[in-house]
């Protein structure tokens, strides 16, 4: 059932095009994902949807029956009072059914009401009614989403004045999730959630009832969670069924099919302008006619567009001047608060050279304060901690404070770059998007999200090591993140760097680091040996587990240290939330096994199917003129001749019908 569906919208700020004649149609149920580089006009669409952005032209239209919830990426403003008040507005209608149901009981319980029948019948109705919207429920509801939202008993009661705009964004998200409107529009909502946040979240947005459209960066996510995937570009949109890995795979099918339909017609109008010319040059009247009947039809083909290509991704690396000793950080029993609020303590960890080693660990818990410790930038409250030979911290902060505000762009980098020319250094920015005059910008009037390119691009060309990076890729588009990771990937130096990135804790890490209040608990391997340890602590059900693959403060403990039990996933029936991410994960790497296999027989199909297509464009080209010449009225009257033209054209039909069905089979 069509719930939503948009017309030939556009969208232009002046001369620049945001978004130009897309259609679209959503059914009752869908999980799109929304995908497209910066500045595709993935937000601008859903402002149109939600009617806070007026389009160009084109028209939406919206179920009438259908309720519409639009979770911002950005500007969400709270009247005043608590986490715990602003998140009951949810439930007012439930409150008022509350107040006229204790009215009704007060008027049920006088026996000399004269409108105890009519008060009993709208009680009755009021009850019925009351439970249907959940009234028995609501409460515990509340509660466990703010939790899930990592807003614990006590944050409940915290002021909204008081929050930080990460958690202003998580209360949002959690109103609106129990909201549960019908068409539920989200953006970008996972940037400022931990692992165990995002897990619940995916687990609550598959079983949603509802219709949901998400603009996300979080590649593990859209494959989590969507069933259709919108793919913005060129001011277009083309919808793919799947996933978001699948829509990685159909989108090369069709362009690759969309390119070798528009060579294929250009090889072809290329052919019949060479035989209009040859036809010219003979200068007899008669060839002369037959090029320009050539060139009617010609003039009547429907051009196929040559499809957009994609940029060629961009190569970066991180330079690398320094080599050091063979111990990089030695830290023993750290500890740190701030007042009474404890971050965590008995940390011991070491980092040897050339180890990649991901932190992570619940929002709040102190991973960034760990970093900072570690740099030598804070002191903890207690502990040892050792630097080793020619270490030479590079630091990529999440806040970018570190960069200067009051300066431009391209002169905060020449700044610290004095070296490089203005070309290269506009040369080098351009590849982060920073394209013209953008280069000029003062830095406090950049978006905070594309405030990260200039502080990634400085650690990539200071050949700083180790590097030390919190959350990285956060605010990167998805084709931005591919490349920083490919360039984390071949870094040769140390790194420490703190990570919610799924699909980059699967590619990175040679150790996983989870902290917690009491100490680090160690994986040794990627986000699939993490996911095995805590399915394994699942199954357990907080029993120790054997071996010594799980270590907290340098002596063995359980993978689950100090949680027993709490990771998610069940252990008991059915696949856990943890099972299916391991699946996921797993099928990921098989998917590229399977693909290499396949690579020698597609080769083979395609030069068939090249083949094949060469063999039918003779044909055609063929029965072409042959119905040229039949159609000729000056020898309609040879009977013999004609008989002749018509058995061969018949074999020519015949072989082109055999030819046709091969292709489309290899197809």
């Known amino acids: 059932m069509l719930v939503l569906s948009g017309k030939d919208i556009s969208k232009s700020y002046g001369t620049d095009i945001i978004t130009e004649d897309v259609s679209f149609g959503v059914n009752k ?65 439930l409150f008022s059914m509350e107040k ?15 409108d105890f029948n009519r008060d009993l019948a709208r009680y009755t109705a009021l009850m019925e009614e009351y439970e249907k919207q959940g009234g028995y429920t609501y409460k515990s509801e509340l509660s466990a989403v703010l939790r899930h939202m990592g807003f614990s008993e006590t944050d409940q009661n915290k002021q909204i004045s008081m929050l930080s705009g990460g958690e202003r964004t998580r209360l949002a998200l959690a109103c609106m999730l129990l909201r549960r409107p019908d068409i539920l529009m989200l953006d970008e909502p996972t940037n400022h959630l931990d692992l165990r946040m995002l897990s619940w979240l995916e687990s609550f947005l598959r079983s949603y009832q509802g219709t949901l459209l998400v603009v996300s960066h979080d590649r593990f996510f859209l494959d989590r969670i969507a069933t259709r995937i919108f793919d913005m570009s060129g001011g277009t949109l083309t919808a ?38 040859r036809f010219k040059q003979h200068g007899t009247e008669h060839l002369a006619k037959r090029a320009r009947s050539r060139e009617k039809r010609l003039s009547h083909i429907q051009r196929i567009e040559k499809p957009h290509q994609e940029q060629t991704k961009m190569k970066l690396s991180f330079d690398l001047s320094y080599k050091s000793g063979g111990e990089v950080l030695i830290a023993e029993d750290l500890a740190k608060s701030y007042g009474s609020r404890q971050l965590f303590r008995d940390v011991s ?18 991973k960034t304060t760990l970093l900072r410790i570690l740099m030598g930038l804070e002191t903890p409250d ?90 990285p890729t956060n ?75 799980a270590v907290t403060g340098g002596s063995a403990k359980t993978g689950g240290s100090g949680r027993n039990g709490s990771r998610n996933g069940s252990g008991r029936g059915g696949k856990s939330e943890t099972d299916r991410t391991l699946e996921l994960v797993r099928s990921s790497e098989a998917d590229r096994q399977a693909k290499k296999k396949q690579e020698a027989e597609d080769r083979r199909r395609s030069r068939r199917s090249d083949d094949l297509e060469n063999r039918i ?16 009225p000056e020898k309609a009257q040879d009977f013999e001749w004609m008989q002749q033209q018509a058995t061969q054209l018949a074999e020519y039909e015949e072989q082109i019908a055999a030819l046709y069905d091969e292709w489309m089979e290899l197809q």
């Open 349 to 366: 960890l070491s980092v040897r050279k050339g180890e990649k080693v991901c932190i992570i660990g619940d929002n709040g818990i102190g």
């Open 100 to 114: 006229e149901i204790e009215r009704l009981q007060l008027s049920l319980a006088d026996h000399e009401n004269p």
């Open 475 to 549: 605010p990167l588009e998805i084709e931005s993140k591919e490349v920083v990771e490919e360039a984390l990937t071949e870094f040769e130096g140390t790194l420490i760097i703190v990570l919610h990135d799924r699909y980059m804790l699967t590619r990175l890490p040679d150790r996983i680091l989870e902290l917690t209040e009491d100490g680090i608990v160690e994986y040794k391997g990627n986000f699939e040996y993490y996911l095995e340890k805590n399915e394994q602590t699942d199954a357990e059900s907080g029993q120790s587990q054997s071996g010594s693959d």
């Open 240 to 277: 793919y069924e799947g996933n978001y890995s699948e829509f990685l795979v159909k989108k090369e099918q069709r362009l690759e099919i969309m390119q070798r339909e528009y060579e294929k017609q250009q090889a072809e109008i290329a052919r019949q302008q060479e035989m209009i010319t």
């Open 382 to 471: 207690t502990g040892y901690l050792k630097t080793g030979y020619n270490v030479d911290f590079g630091y990529y902060d999440q806040g970018q404070q570190l960069l200067n505000e009051n300066e431009t762009v391209i002169g905060e980098m020449k700044d610290a770059y004095h070296l490089y020319t203005d070309t290269e250094m506009r040369s080098l920015l351009g590849r982060f998007l920073f394209k013209g005059d953008d280069v000029f910008k003062m830095v406090r009037d950049i978006a905070g999200g594309d405030k990260a390119t200039p502080a990634l691009l400085k650690q990539m060309l200071s050949g700083a090591n180790p590097l030390i990076l919190d959350e």
């Open 29 to 93: 149920g869908d999980r799109i994902g929304i995908v497209g580089a910066n500045g595709t006009g993935k937000t601008t669409l859903l402002g149109i949807i939600a009617g806070e952005t007026e389009a160009s032209s084109g028209s939406i239209f919206i179920r009438n029956d259908c309720t519409l919830g639009y979770l911002r990426q950005k500007n969400i403003f709270f009247a005043g009072g608590t986490v715990k008040s602003e998140a009951e507005k949810t439930f007012e209608h």
């Open 617 to 632: 464009f003779e044909l055609e080209s063929a029965i072409s003129e042959l119905q040229e010449e039949i159609s000729d």
